[in-house]
């Protein structure tokens, strides 16, 4: 499947932002998706992931309680709305899909910067 983000740009501190990945193949709907992230000198960092029906999410710390992960397999896109947003936040965010344990198509990735 091939994916493309969208939706990052520049947003101030404390605002919110919805990020789409659109996957292209028929098979996205049987995939577990994750959001990574990676910000200038560091090294890339899972987000939070969500399984093939949407029924089940996980989050890493950073993400809980601010970042939702969600999915359209009708329109075959997954989405990541983080809210609160830090200037810690600025990264490339990256979707990714699996069928197994390794991740097999990335996005190319979408900038998102927070200003303070």
């Known amino acids: 499947v091939q994916l493309v983000e969208a939706g990052g740009r520049l947003v101030q501190a404390r605002g919110s932002l919805r990020l789409s990945c659109v996957g292209f193949?028929?098979?996205?709907?049987?995939?577990?998706m994750g959001w990574f992230r990676q910000a200038p000198g560091k090294e890339r960092e899972f987000v939070g992931g969500i399984d093939w029906s949407g029924s089940y999410t996980y989050y890493t710390d950073f993400a809980k309680g601010r970042f939702t992960i969600s999915r359209d397999n009708a329109k075959n896109t997954v989405y990541l709305q983080m809210n609160s947003l830090k200037p810690d936040d600025t990264a490339v965010y990256y979707c990714?899909?699996?069928?197994?344990?390794?991740?097999?198509?990335w996005g190319q990735g979408t900038q998102v910067t927070v200003s303070s």
């Open positions: 193949g028929r098979a996205f709907s049987r995939h577990f």
């Open positions: 990714a899909a699996r069928l197994g344990a390794q991740y097999e198509s």
